[in-house]
């Protein structure tokens, strides 16, 4: 029934987004109150599944949860893929956004608009050679010229492909050094915060040296001179930064990491029960 | 007199402009890679275990290189990869690299190797002493047959050669005891040595490590548990390696950066705090 | 610019006895919730579960490996819920001063002073617990700053959660009764690659010249390129992870940063509101719990390891296995 | 220098290009940053729009679809319902699958805090005193009484901070206002470690960064 073929699979197809489209065509019609009641209810009804199907006990054999009969671990895949899938469709949403602000720019001539100009050829570009290369293998019909999708293995390292020119060319390296820039910021940031105006500042401070000196050779040869298995090696700047990063850095973490925990449990409860009322749609819905 | 002059001094030191700041780091970063300055290192024993393993292998087996790194961690990689050839080349041991992590891993693993070649002044000839076996899609069922069956798992080399034509790689089986292959080493960026763990280790080849520094952390129980035969920490591995083998390189001065790059930021917090403290000063002395 | 402030503008004192009792209008006109009947379905479905389920419910093994674990969750789970139920009867909690809250205000009236705008990036998350507990945060400030009439731009990485959040500022907008003044280039998706958005951010501050910057939600390594930017342009910079270890950069490269729950703790501390400072006193009460338990468990190790562990006592020390098993 | 005429040194020229570009924001935005940011923004939305049907639509929804389960066309319409925000009248569409894409998540809510939290409970349960034995069998003092210590540092740590997130009643007690104090005391340390620790991954990635330029771009540095 749930796998269908031809004329079948088209008139399914066609039924099911004609159903769907009724079923939303009667339901605009329905007061507020019913399409909140309903809200509430398929929120309800979403928390609960996975709630369920945490706590039904797996049978040990199978280590599945059932629950009457079905099998809410397996169902829980195809419910897991169907949001994956679902959150998949509104990328556009996002694309729409960001035509829409460029977009903008350039047809009011805003300040910059030749920037969003910029923006719409990369874009444009980069999406038509990156499905153009796996277009055949999506959907069939003509392969794409060498220039686009070069699969020639003598090549494998390097395809000689424009996607590729993008992609390890631009891409990869303007990811690379935005990362990269955090070592600059890093250091202005130390720069400026680690002044000791107050008693906290001061330990941030240490705490952090210490740390920072315990990592290169230049501070390790500060205390070199401290033998490394005596009863003192637990004070080579090394050993030093390893005992605060697991006696106080992990505690610290963990303390903290119960207290989120305990928090996202409580926000994940309002939202399921609707609980968390006028934070998000105030007023109808 | 005297307080017209502490108080620029005092504004100077505790305001410097951030683009001094950047260009500071930029030159003494720089600096020691073209200058190729080095610092004495202090070998910790994790690379030590790593080349006493290599130390300890015999010479008519192949040593596997899975090179698995790409131009995002290439700083921290790269040494690694190049310095632990060169003990390979010098110990003359014959090895071969493939790739599972990265399509472009091959060509930067090829760079890498032949930089070693030419700085260790061997002739060292492609497909007599050594392979590059490309880039493959590192399914589990590949891994799988890799381990058992090399020649089935890997067909030919990254420029389309087929295997059986390549001298070295000639009677190489497999893995294990009884196999061809004494060790694998995974120079990786990625969660590659994953795959690894599961299918190598049972078959008791050593296992060998050459991680970015943020990954080294959760590897220390694999190095306990003898899983791993050694490991390379980052840049500082790299460098602590090119120590025990006396072959000063890339990871050498790349961790004199570091260290001038760390010494920089201390002094710049120092002058940060000593403005605070003449700021201090000038305001009691005022107030007086 | 500032022909836009209100008149009466010396907002926003951002100490707790100015600001009026109880929750603000526009919670009240909230959803009916339906609590009870819920809490009753979800038990009974348990019940059944757990009563008329299979024999292997009963076995020792089971217990070991798995009822520990859910009757952990279960049970604090519970006394979350009883305190916001209780709260929502009536009576408002105490919430005690979190000072990275009180300057959300300050932020949000300095931005409205110089005219300028407020970015509000929400993290690297998508549509889960902890975006949308920022997300809840920067309704708060968005709600502010319509009082105001200054504007929030408000930037996601995830195109779902873009949709969320463009619909309930819009909303907040409506509720303000102000929908003409809602401009849909103020909610953006930057983009859903983590440097490129960071890229975008540090262009948007630059160019907005932004006089404040909120920061909330899950934040990986481009914290301190964004929290940097911020304070290049100037900003007062608000911000908070549960991504505890971004918190070193934040602290110190922010002027006010949220540490730990007070993440969580924000929107009761914001609002006020019966529901959410219950939820508070309740995960306070967990909280209690969970310390009860730890230091039950350290003591019965400690006094195990100094009488030497008899193998009649095998029991305790299988305590603490119960926890570190349970799947 | 490379060569900006081979595939290969194209690729390098980009990229150094590209880096230099985002580099000049570090004097001040400017033209040529704000050019490399739209580009950038530009790429990513279409690879962010390629990966999306790549490794997510293709293989989960079309293939599934082609293979005759049509009941997977129903989160299109789903997924078409998120669109209504741009409608005032239909505009309770998206909120209905908003709504429920929350519920779920906050569904996935319980497994997340056992997943994370239930282990860690367990290993809270450390011995305040620990014994530890030399080769020989007797007791090792120093090595006992250190390893306690760490252990009693340990939880007095964990205990300290748990103790600053309460937040339901005002700390007036001494004792509690002391305690948490000392948590916030203890957080600042653990952040200072966290800082400290980072450096040197960032500065790595700096350093990368000059190879590229210097070593593979401009062969200033020797290799």
Redesign the interface.
């Known amino acids: 029934m ?4 031809g004329f079948k ?1 088209i008139l ?2 066609v039924g ?2 004609a159903g ?2 009724l079923l ?1 065509a009667i339901l ?1 019609q329905a007061s507020h109150q019913v ?1 909140r009641t ?3 209810a ?10 369920l ?3 039904i006990p797996p049978d040990p054999k199978t280590e599945e949860a059932v629950l009457f009969g079905w099998s809410l671990t397996q169902a829980a895949e195809v ?1 897991g ?15 729409f956004s ?1 035509v829409h602000i460029h977009g903008n720019n350039v047809r009011r001539r805003r300040p ?1 608009w030749s ?2 100009l ?10 038509v050679f ?2 153009w290369k ?1 277009w055949q293998t ?1 959907f069939g019909g003509p392969a794409a010229p060498a220039w686009v999708n070069d699969q020639n293995l003598a090549h494998a390292a ?1 395809p ?1 492909d424009v996607y ?11 990811d ?9 910021y ?1 250091v202005s940031a ?1 720069y400026r915060a680690f002044r000791i105006r107050s ?2 500042a001061a ?10 000196m ?3 050779p230049l501070g390790m040869a500060l205390t070199n001179w401290i033998p490394s298995d005596g ?1 003192w090696s ?1 004070l080579r700047i090394e050993s030093l ?1 390893q ?17 989120l ?2 928090g ?2 409580a ?3 309002r ?2 029960l609707s609980l968390e009322r006028g934070t ?2 105030g007023q109808e ?1 | 007199m005297r307080g017209q002059r502490r108080l620029p001094l005092e504004q100077i030191i505790g305001r410097i402009d951030r ?1 001094l700041v ?1 260009a500071g ?1 930029f030159l003494i ?2 600096a020691p ?2 200058g ?1 300055w080095a610092l004495p290192l202090y070998v910790t024993p994790p690379p030590k275990m790593l080349a006493d393993t290599i130390n300890a292998l015999p010479q008519d087996k192949l040593v596997f290189i899975s090179s698995n790194w790409d ?6 990689n ?1 040494p690694q990869m190049t310095v632990l050839v060169r003990h390979l080349i010098r110990r003359r041991l014959k090895f071969a690299s493939i790739s599972i992590g990265a399509p472009n891993a091959p060509q930067l693993a090829n760079a890498a190797i032949e ?1 070693a070649i030419q700085l260790e002044k061997v002739p060292w000839v492609y497909g007599q002493d050594w392979v590059n076996l490309g880039y493959k899609l590192a399914t589990e069922p590949w891994l799988r047959s890799f381990v058992r069956q090399i020649p089935e798992a890997v067909k030919e080399d990254w420029k389309g050669t087929p295997v059986d034509q390549i001298p070295v790689m000639r009677g190489v089986q497999k893995f294990g005891p009884d196999g061809q292959a004494s060790m694998l080493i995974d120079i990786t960026g990625s969660a590659t040595i994953d795959g690894w763990y599961r299918y190598l280790s049972p078959t008791g080849v050593k296992l060998g490590l050459g991680c ?3 990954m080294a952390p959760e590897q220390y129980p694999f190095l306990d548990s003898g899983q791993l035969s050694g490991l390379l920490t ?3 591995g790299a460098a602590e390696y090119e120590q025990i083998i006396g072959a000063q390189g ?1 990871g050498t001065t ?1 961790m004199a ?2 260290s001038f ?2 010494l920089y ?1 201390l002094i710049l917090i120092i002058l940060g705090n000593l403005s605070l403290v003449l700021g201090w000063l000038e305001r009691r002395r005022r107030r007086r | 610019m500032s022909d836009r402030l209100p008149d009466s503008h010396r907002p926003l004192v951002p100490s707790d006895r100015t600001r009026p009792a109880g929750p603000p209008d526009y919670v009240r006109v909230g959803m009916p919730s339906p609590p009870w009947w819920a809490v009753v379905i979800v038990l009974l479905l348990l019940a059944g579960a757990f009563f008329f389920g299979p024999h292997y419910y009963r076995t020792a093994d089971y217990w070991k490996t798995f009822a520990t ?2 009757t ?2 279960f049970v ?2 519970l006394v979350i819920l009883v305190a916001i139920l209780r709260a929502r009867r009536g009576g408002r ?4 001063r ?1 000072p990275g809250l009180t300057a959300i205000d300050e932020a949000v009236g300095r931005a409205t002073e110089m005219g300028r705008p407020i970015t509000f990036s929400l993290g690297l998350g998508g ?3 902890i975006t ?1 507990q920022a997300l809840a945060i920067a309704l708060h400030v968005v709600r502010l700053a319509i009082r105001f009439g200054t504007r929030v731009i408000l930037t996601t990485i995830d195109p ?1 959660l873009y ?2 959040a ?2 309930a500022v ?1 909303e907040a907008y409506t509720a303000a009764g102000r929908p003409e003044s809602f401009n849909r280039d103020d909610v953006r998706f ?4 983590q440097f ?1 958005y960071a ?2 951010m ?2 948007l501050m ?2 907005e010249q932004v006089a404040s910057n909120f920061m909330f939600g899950q934040f990986f390594a481009e914290s301190l390129i964004l929290a940097e930017a911020g304070n290049q342009v100037g900003a007062i910079q608000v911000a908070g992870t549960p991504t ?2 971004q ?3 934040f ?2 490269a922010c002027d006010y940063t949220i ?4 993440y969580y ?1 924000a929107t ?2 914001l609002t006020r509101e019966p529901v959410l ?1 219950g939820s ?2 309740g ?2 009460r967990a ?1 209690m719990l ?2 009860a ?3 039950l ?2 003591s ?3 006094v ?3 009488i030497g562990s008899p193998q009649s006592l095998q029991w305790v020390k299988d ?8 799947k | 220098m490379t060569s900006p005429f081979s ?2 040194g ?7 290009l ?2 230099l570009a ?2 000049s ?5 400017n033209p040529i ?18 990966m ?3 490794t ?3 293989p ?3 293939k599934e679809l082609v ?17 209504t ?1 741009y409608s005032k ?26 997943g ?16 530890q034995h030399t080769a020989a069998g007797g007791v090792d003092v ?1 090595g006992s009484v ?1 390893a306690s210590f ?1 252990n009693i ?3 007095a ?6 103790t600053y ?7 007036k007690n001494r004792p509690i206002r002391r305690t948490a104090s000392a ?30 330029l ?1 070593q593979d771009w401009i062969h ?4």
């Open positions: 749930w796998t269908l073929t699979f399914a197809i099911a987004v769907a489209v939303l605009h399409k309903l809200t509430i398929l929120t309800f009804i979403g928390g609960l599944f996975y709630f199907e945490f706590f419910v893929n169907a949001t994956l899938v679902i959150g998949g469709f509104t990328f556009l949403l996002g694309v960001l910059g920037y969003s910029a923006f719409f050829a990369a874009f444009l570009v980069m999406t990156a499905f796996d999506w390097m000689q590729t020119l993008l992609f390890e060319g631009l891409v990869r390296n303007l690379a050094t935005m990362f990269s820039i955090l070592a600059f890093i130390a008693g906290e330990v941030l401070m240490v705490v952090a040296l210490v740390l920072m315990g990592q290169v009863p637990g930064s005992y605060v990063l697991t006696a106080i850095n992990a505690p610290v973490q963990r303390a903290i990491g119960f207290g925990g305990l996202a449990l926000m994940a409860m939202i399921w998000y749609f819905v | 683009r950047y780091l970063t720089l890679l073209v190729r131009a995002g961690t290439q700083a921290e790269r930089q970015t520094a943020v980052g840049m500082k890339f790349a950066g570091q790059a760390h930021i | 674990g859910r952990v969750v604090l789970s909690a105490f919430v005690r979190i549509l889960d617990i949308l779902t949709a969320v463009d619909e819009h930057l983009s859903d690659r490129a890229s975008a540090v262009g630059h160019r505890t270890t918190i070193p950069f602290v110190a540490i730990g729950d007070e703790a009761a501390y400072s508070l006193v995960q306070d909280k969970l310390l338990v730890i230091l468990g350290i019965l190790v400690t195990l390891t100094l305590l603490a296995g119960l926890f570190t098993n349970a | 595939f290969g194209a690729v390098i020229w980009l990229g150094a590209a880096t985002l580099y924001v570090l004097y001040r935005e940053y704000r050019f490399a940011e739209h580009i950038f923004l530009g790429l990513a939305t279409a690879m962010g729009l390629y999306t049907w790549k997510v639509l293709y989960t929804w079309y293979a005759g389960h049509w009941a997977w066309i129903l989160t299109l319409v789903a997924g078409g319902m998120y669109y925000i009248r239909l505009v309770w569409m998206s909120r209905l699958v908003m709504m429920t894409m929350m519920g779920l998540s906050a569904g996935l809510g319980f497994r997340g805090f056992f994370t939290y239930m282990k860690q409970i367990g290993a809270s349960f450390k011995p305040l005193v620990v014994m120093g250190f760490t540092l340990f939880l740590t964990m205990v300290c901070v748990m997130f309460f937040f339901s009643f005002e700390q948590g916030r005391w203890l957080m600042m340390i653990a952040f200072g470690a966290m800082f400290g620790s980072t450096v040197m991954a960032r500065l790595s990635l700096f350093i990368g960064r000059l190879t590229f210097f200033l540095i020797r290799s």
